[in-house]
């Protein structure tokens, strides 16, 4: 890198002015808070960010400084998104990076093979087929993401996820490197302060995550639960297709008069920041977006082991606090042995997500991106 800030490649020189365009189907969820985080943190620095989505669904408010283009009147159709996406990227030419942040909008942007385009994978997106047809399911949605990812610029938000592209998958890609989720740490401590009646003033542990017991194993959780026999409740943070499942397993286990299940917090912050340990139970992660944000509270944090993410953010001493995935023995001892004593949760173990230090991570990619597509003209 030279002094003035531009890196040189023979007689080619990156822009300055660089601009970038984040592509999804909406603004929900995880997918949505990344994209909106990793693009104020762009903006910061200078750099002229498009938020492209093609599903009029919004769950984060956006600063006016922050372009947001919604592609309409598509009805759903694949082909028409395509043609009104192919137009946007046109329209907003020259473009050093379009990052598209899930399986439909990657399979979108793939079909432009556009020579800034990189695909952003937040999930293993594991489905467990049943039947006598499984074996032949699984191959088969193997193939499909070989077919999507093979030649493709890819980013990973875990090293664990980049193994199972590469290794389960066995995807052949044209470059892949792992950059972990964003996070703005000032607004995650600022959020944590509002306070809300429902957060209970006796000693609890949080899980916070949506209800789905095949990725997240509530009956896991609340195996481990039963068997650490903590005085602690246990507060359930979310929503989804599994909830009357878990109140069945819930008074199953005779825990009804323990466990508290508040719903969906817009604002989980606080409840995460008030609780003396969150747990993680998953058998898998892209990432694990809630163990960070508890660090960053300095929450201690347990979790499962699974193949993608919670290794990437509980290194050093707090890698004791891992356990197997479907083990609700070790989740149980765990979950004793971190509230009678643990480490001191200092900034070593989380300053490599914070939002600006990513930020930097994605203009080294563009710049890279740039260079590459320039030589191949040469």
């Not at 994209?35 to 910061?44: E, S």
């Not at 949506?210 to 194993?217: I, L």
């Amino acid at each position: 890198m030279s002094h003035d800030g531009k890196r040189r490649s023979k007689n080619f020189t990156v822009r300055t002015d660089k601009k970038i365009v984040l592509f999804n189907n909406a603004l929900t969820g995880g997918g949505g808070r990344y994209i909106v985080t990793l693009a104020k943190a762009l903006k910061k620095k200078g750099i002229d960010v498009h938020i492209i989505i093609y599903e009029n669904k919004i769950d984060f408010e956006l600063p006016e400084t922050l372009p947001l283009h919604l592609l309409k009147n598509h009805q759903g159709k694949k082909k028409s998104i395509l043609h009104q996406l192919t137009q946007s990227i046109e329209s907003l030419e020259p473009i050093d990076l379009i990052v598209s942040n899930s399986s439909p909008s990657n399979k979108i942007l793939s079909q432009m093979k556009h020579p800034q385009a990189v695909h952003c994978i937040h999930s293993a997106e594991t489905k467990e087929h049943h039947g006598l047809l499984a074996p032949l399911k699984s191959l088969w949605r193997e193939k499909k993401y070989r077919r999507l990812y093979n030649g493709k610029n890819l980013i990973t938000v875990s090293q664990g996820l980049k193994s199972y592209i590469l290794d389960d998958l066995k995807v052949n890609p044209t470059s892949i490197c792992t950059i972990y989720n964003p996070f703005d740490f000032e607004e995650i401590q600022r959020a944590s302060l509002e306070t809300f009646s429902e957060i209970p003033s006796e000693p609890y542990i949080v899980h916070v995550g949506r209800f789905d017991t095949v990725q997240k194993r509530h009956d896991i959780l609340l195996q481990a639960y039963s068997l650490a026999n903590i005085p602690h409740k246990l507060v359930l943070v979310g929503k989804g297709k599994d909830r009357q499942l878990i109140k069945k397993w819930i008074q199953e286990y005779h825990l009804e008069k323990k466990v508290i299940m508040p719903g969906f917090q817009t604002n989980p912050y606080s409840w995460i920041a008030k609780a003396d340990l969150l747990v993680s139970s998953s058998d898998f992660e892209g990432f694990g977006r809630t163990l960070v944000e508890a660090l960053i509270l300095k929450t201690p944090v347990v979790s499962t082991d699974c193949p993608s993410g919670p290794s990437d953010i509980l290194t050093g001493e707090l890698a004791t606090y891992l356990s197997p995935p479907g083990d609700s023995e070790k989740l149980a001892k765990n979950i004793n042995k971190a509230l009678y004593g643990y480490p001191e949760i200092e900034d070593k173990f989380i300053e490599k997500f914070d939002s600006d230090i990513i930020a930097d991570e994605y203009l080294k990619l563009a710049d890279s991106y740039t260079i590459a597509h320039s030589q191949s003209k040469e």
